[in-house]
Structures are given as C-alpha cells and as structure tokens.
Nanobody, 120 residues
Framework: VQLQAFGGGLVQAGGSLRLSCAAS????????MGWFRQAPGKEREFVAS?????????YYADSVKGRFTISRDSAKNTVYLQMDSLKPEDTADYYC?????????????WGQGTKVTVSS
C-alpha cells in the first residue's frame, strides 16, 4: 500500500492550495482517509478526514473548519484537501493517511509529507 501526497508549496496569507493524495496497492473502501500536519517543533496533529459508508462523512479540526475542505474520488483512490484563507500558522508538513479505526486516530498507512509554507 502506498500513499503519495503532493501539491504543497509557498503561498501568501489569504491564498489557497489544494493537496492531493493518491492511494495505490489496495482497496480503500470503508477506510478513513485523513490529512495530518506537523509544524516545526510541534507534534503531528489531525487536520481532516473522510469516510464513505452509506453516505459521505467528513471531520475537521476546529482550527481549519470553514477554511479547509476534504473530498474524495473513490474511483481514482484519491483524496484532496482544499485549503482556503490560509494563515501563517497553517505552515507545516502535511501527511495523508488511511486507516479503519476512526476519524482522528488509528491510521495504518502513511504517505510522505508535502510542505506547505504560508507567508505573512
């Protein structure tokens, strides 16, 4: 199983970026697909996740709610994170992950990070 995240970059405060995470080597139906981030000197933190059961459910950290949107293309095994109204405090390495336990914990598979830098 491989997860590959890309789409990071440098953006000014107030700007937008869209991260993508392509999953391969497995079937992710019923898996939570999530995004986490880790800023320099800080612990990794949950950002957002989504799962498709009978419907489509998404979860967000309070710090990004209303600014970030997670979406998923099951046919492409890809999950996206649209980040709008970016703030300098959003600067971090962003990681995608897949797991079956829950929206914020218990992720089994991790991709490499993609760096997001938001300048003030």
């Amino acid at each position: 199983v491989q997860l590959q995240a890309f789409g990071g970059g440098l953006v000014q405060a107030g700007g937008s970026l869209r991260l993508s995470c392509a999953a391969s080597g497995g079937t992710f139906s019923g898996y939570y697909m999530g995004w986490f981030r880790q800023a320099p000197g800080k612990e990794r933190e949950f950002v957002a996740s989504t799962v498709t059961w009978s419907g489509y459910t998404s979860y967000y950290a309070d710090s990004v709610k209303g600014r970030f949107t997670i979406s998923r293309d099951s046919a492409k095994n890809t999950v996206y994170l649209q980040m709008d109204s970016l703030k300098p405090e959003d600067t971090a390495d962003y990681y995608c992950a897949a797991g079956r336990e829950g929206p914020r914990y218990g992720y089994e598979y991790w991709g490499q990070g993609t760096k997001v830098t938001v300048s003030s």
